[in-house]
C-alpha cells in the first residue's frame, strides 16, 4: 500500500513539474520584464546617491564674508534721551511707555542709538591682504545686536598667510577701567564667520548651522585660522536645492519669519526689511506686541514653519585661536587677525549613482538572463514529453505497468511472511515435544 501511494506521488509529480515550467513562463512573459523595465527606468529618473569625500588643492583662495556686532549694542544716553526715561536696550517695555511715537521716527531712533561705521573701525586700519579696497563693508540692523557690519572680499588670495588674510582694528566705546559687571554681557565683539553669499541673521534656524561665531574682547590681539569644508548636493525631485549664486537661505528664512511676525502683530519694525504690507508700529501697546513675537520666535528652539530649500553648494568654515593676547593701547581696541594657512579644501559631495549606461547595462543583462531562464525551462519541458510521448507508455499504460509491478511485489511478500511463520511453528514444536 505504501509503495502504491509513493508511485502516484511521482507521477503527479511529473504532471505538476509540467505544468509548474508552464507557470513560470508565462509569470516571465506578463510579468517579470514589465516589472523588470519599470525598476530601472524608475533608478533612471531618480538615480540613487552616492558620497565621496575628497581634498582638493585651490590654486587661489576665496575669503569668507565676516560680519561684526557690537556688545552692548546700543547707545544707553541716546535711547534714554529719546525714550523720556532710562532705557539700556529696547528690548524692555519701559523704554515705549513714554516714546513720541508722533515726533521721532522709529527708524531715525534705531539708527540714532547704534555705533556707524567709523565708530567701529579705525579709518584705514582694515583690509584684506593689506589693502582696504579689496574689502566691501554694508551694514545691517538687527533688534537684539544692534547695528552690524559685514566684510567681504572684493579679490582672490594667492597667497594663504597671515598677512594676506583680513586684519582690522574695532574701537570701543567702553573704557577698559570700566567696571563692565553693570552690563548684562562683557563688552566686546561678536564675530560671525559665513559664506559671503549669506546675509547674517540673529534668529537661529537650520541653516544657522554653517555660521561660525567667536566672541573677542576689548584690548585683545586675536590671530584665527580658518578651514573650510565644501558640500555639493544634488538637486533632486525629493529633496531640492537652489543653483543660484546670489541665493541666501538664511535671508529667505528671516523674511518669512518676518511676514508671520508682522501679521501676528499688524505692524513692523525698522529692522524687519522687505516687509511692506504691515505699517510701522505706531503705539506702545503695538510696539510692545511685536518685540513679545519677535523674542519668542528668537529664542524658541523648535523648528519653524519656513522650509527654505538650501543651496546646492554650501561651506562651513573652522574657527581655530592660533593667538590670544593682551592689545596694549590707550583706547580700548581690538586687533583681529583672520587667514588660512593651507590652500587645502575637504570636498563632500553627492553624485548620482546611475546612469544611460548603467541602465542599457542592467536592462541587456537581466532581459539575456531571463531569456536563458526560459530556454532552460523549455528543454525541461521537451525533456518531460519526450518520456510521455517517445517512452512507449501514455499516461495510462504507464499507470498500469506500475500497478503491476506493484502486484507482484505484493504477491512475494505475501508468501514470504506464510513460509516464515510456517518455519517459526515447526521450531516451536520441536521444542516442546523433543
Not at 518685540?291 to 554650501?314: H, L, V
Request: hydrophobic share 35%; charged share 20%; aromatic share 12%.
Amino acid at each position: 500500500m505504501v509503495m502504491q501511494t509513493f508511485s502516484s506521488i511521482i507521477i503527479v509529480d511529473l504532471v505538476t513539474s509540467n505544468m509548474g515550467y508552464w507557470a513560470e513562463l508565462r509569470d516571465w512573459l506578463c510579468k517579470d520584464p514589465a516589472k523588470l523595465l519599470t525598476e530601472c527606468f524608475d533608478k533612471l529618473k531618480q538615480p540613487p546617491i552616492s558620497t565621496h569625500s575628497y581634498y582638493i588643492l585651490n590654486e587661489t583662495i576665496q575669503m569668507p564674508a565676516i560680519t561684526i556686532c557690537r556688545e552692548p549694542a546700543y547707545k544707553e544716553e541716546v535711547l534714554t534721551n529719546i525714550a523720556g526715561r532710562y532705557c539700556s536696550h529696547p528690548k524692555y517695555d519701559t523704554c515705549w511707555f513714554h516714546y513720541p511715537f508722533g515726533l521721532v521716527d522709529l527708524e531715525e531712533f534705531f539708527m540714532n542709538s547704534t555705533f556707524n561705521q567709523n565708530e567701529t573701525f579705525l579709518p584705514f586700519q582694515y583690509g584684506l591682504n593689506g589693502l582696504s579696497d579689496n574689502v566691501e563693508i554694508t551694514s545691517s540692523l538687527h533688534f537684539y545686536n544692534g547695528r552690524c557690519f559685514t566684510m567681504r572680499p572684493r579679490i582672490l588670495l594667492q597667497r594663504a598667510t597671515k598677512n594676506s588674510g583680513y586684519s582690522m582694528i574695532l574701537t570701543h566705546h567702553i573704557q577698559t577701567d570700566h567696571q563692565y559687571f553693570y552690563y548684562e554681557s562683557e563688552p566686546g565683539w561678536h564675530l560671525f564667520i559665513h559664506d559671503s553669499r549669506e546675509n547674517f541673521t540673529e534668529i537661529s534656524m537650520k541653516a544657522s548651522g554653517r555660521v561660525e561665531y567667536v566672541f573677542i574682547r576689548r584690548n585683545e590681539e586675536i590671530e584665527i585660522k580658518l578651514q573650510t569644508k565644501c558640500f555639493v548636493k544634488v538637486d533632486g525631485n525629493q529633496d531640492l536645492c537652489s543653483t543660484l549664486n546670489d541665493y541666501s537661505d538664511l535671508k529667505s528664512g528671516e523674511i518669512c519669519i518676518w511676514e508671520d511676525l508682522a501679521n501676528k502683530a499688524n505692524c513692523t519694525g525698522p529692522w524687519m526689511y522687505d516687509i511692506n504690507h504691515q505699517p510701522p508700529c505706531s503705539s506702545c501697546s503695538s510696539m510692545t506686541h511685536l518685540i513679545r513675537e519677535y523674542k519668542g520666535a528668537y529664542d524658541s528652539e523648535e523648528k519653524n514653519a519656513c522650509n527654505c530649500i538650501p543651496p546646492c553648494e554650501s561651506h562651513l568654515f573652522s574657527a581655530y585661536i592660533q593667538s590670544r593676547r593682551s592689545f596694549h593701547q590707550p583706547e580700548p581696541n581690538t586687533q583681529i587677525w583672520i587667514y588660512y594657512t593651507t590652500k587645502l579644501i575637504s570636498m563632500v559631495e553627492e553624485r548620482p549613482n546611475y546612469d544611460t549606461t548603467q541602465f542599457i547595462a542592467d536592462v541587456g543583462g537581466s532581459l539575456g538572463f531571463l531569456l536563458g531562464l526560459s530556454v532552460l525551462g523549455l528543454i525541461g519541458i521537451l525533456e518531460h514529453l519526450t518520456l510521455l510521448m517517445c517512452g512507449g507508455a501514455s499516461r495510462s499504460g504507464l499507470v498500469k505497468r506500475v500497478k503491476h509491478v506493484n502486484e507482484k511485489r505484493l504477491s512475494s511478500d505475501l508468501e514470504a511472511d506464510k513460509t516464515s511463520r510456517k518455519s517459526d511453528d515447526t521450531v516451536d514444536i520441536a521444542i516442546v515435544y523433543p
